[in-house]
T-cell receptor, first 115, second 113 residues
């Protein structure tokens, strides 16, 4: 069965702190895709990254970085030097190449960055 | 207009009303989706359309009726809704229905009274 778990419901940090959002997934497929989305208070989900199961290289994009580890079925997201504008709900999601046209989302982690 | 647009942004309707939500994507994508986001629940996929054909109906009650006249437009027709249907309804599109990243609209906040 496919499942995405984001155990951290809410995280609060002070500006300039680094913060890591955890994502653990379950799938029986060998080919799958992982995603992170950001949902600011305006409500619109913003695509951040897509990673396929064969690419375990970590990725860095500005202050954002992602750590994909198949051995622990995790795809964690780190924000370095957090800013108030990073405050949002962050969702991790999974899709299986052999599965239906479904994107399975985790329950999200609400990040609050205080000045 | 760019990206994915949704109208209306807010809707209040009684249980006996009939209304429709509209979604339009300007990205040249071939797949479109409806999601429901309720408080304290994961995002729930409702419907998927790929090249105008419905490929997924995630056990959605018949009081929700989707329509996809072309790859750029998606509607969600609503009738005889229940208060528990109050939620944020999000539309998304992607290049194709499998494995590609989805781009979301701002959502319609629906309140059923």
């Amino acid at each position: 069965a496919q499942k995405v778990t984001q155990a951290q419901t809410e995280i609060s940090v002070v500006e300039k702190e680094d913060v890591t959002l955890d994502c653990v997934y379950e799938t029986r497929d060998t080919t799958y895709y992982l995603f992170w989305y950001k949902q600011p208070p305006s409500g619109e989900l913003v695509f951040l990254i897509r990673r396929n199961s064969f690419d375990e290289q970590n990725e860095i994009s500005g202050r954002y970085s992602w750590n994909f580890q198949k051995s622990t079925s995790s795809f964690n997201f780190t924000i370095t030097a957090s800013q108030v504008v990073d405050s949002a709900v962050y969702f991790c999601a999974l899709s299986e190449a052999s599965g239906t046209d479904k994107l399975i989302f985790g329950t999200g982690t609400r990040l609050q960055v205080f000045p | 207009e760019t990206g994915v647009t949704q109208t209306p942004r807010h809707l209040v309707m009684g249980m006996t009303n009939k209304k429709s939500l509209k979604c339009e994507q300007h990205l040249g994508h071939n797949a479109m989706y409806w999601y429901k986001q309720s408080a304290k629940k994961p995002l729930e996929l409702m419907f998927v359309y790929n090249f105008k054909e419905q490929t997924e109906n995630n056990s959605v009650p018949s009081r929700f009726s989707p329509e996809c006249p072309n790859s750029s437009h998606l509607f969600l027709h609503l009738h005889t809704l229940q208060p528990e249907d109050s939620a944020l309804y999000l539309c998304a599109s992607s290049q194709a229905a499998t494995d590609y990243e989805q781009y979301f609209g701002p959502g319609t906040r629906l309140t059923v009274t």
